[in-house]
């Protein structure tokens, strides 16, 4: 079976910088894959790059085995692929309920204008039960830019599940989020895993979270690739201690 994710020697640069510098790695069906390293080591710019948001200056990505290398994201989430990204996403001036059902038409290619009309093709049910999974019932009518910063993070996660994705990148979901809601989040994302199948890539820089959640950990230092393993290898892997954990 090919794995679900394979990136090939990809690079990107920016003008000089070498932001992402020749990282290969794979994903395999319902793993969760974590992603660490210093800020500034490529990590935002690799699921760029991955996602069709940014043009690679080298490599290539396939899902599936099949070459999607600047693929546009719209066309990477009808093949159900999804993402959050590190600064929010929401909109704050729409209610919870609102922002869900919107991210389930962003992922079916409609149009902004449907979100409240007539056709709302299984969405207000999908976003009830983002509601209820992500436990986010007493806010369900509230806007989004009245929640909490942890409270807006949690509807950003739900919102990239809205389609039902197989495939869900996470850029620093944990960010700024409080302890309990860093429980709630990681709880949710383990469910989902569990019961859905999906498979995770996901960024963060608490390393508990990833070292709990993740299965494998690749560690990023200037857009290379310092070290692959479990989290416990990674713990003790001198040069992960030594350029970053020892921090
Ligand atoms: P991380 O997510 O690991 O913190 P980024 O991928 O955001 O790192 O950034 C990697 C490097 O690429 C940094 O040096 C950053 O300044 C640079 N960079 C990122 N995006 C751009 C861009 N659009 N234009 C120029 N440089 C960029
Ligand atoms: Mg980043």
Redesign the pocket.
Known sequence: MNPVLEVHDLH?A??G?K??DGVSFSVKEGEILGII????????????CILGQ?EPTQGAVKLDGLDVTNMRPSALNRLGVSRTF?LLQVFPELSVRENLILAGQEHQGSMLGRLFGARDAGLSEKAEQMIGFFKLGHLAEAKAGGLSYGQQKLLDAAMAFMAGPRLVLL?EPAGGVNLTMLGDLKERLRAINAEQGATFVV?EHNMDFVMSLCSRVIV?AE?KMLAEGTPAEIRANPAVIEAYLGH
Request: charged share 10%; proline share 4%.
């Open positions: 990107k920016f003008g910088i932001a992402v390293g210093p800020n500034g080591c490529g990590k935002s710019t690799l699921f760029n940014l590190q850029d960024i990023l857009g």
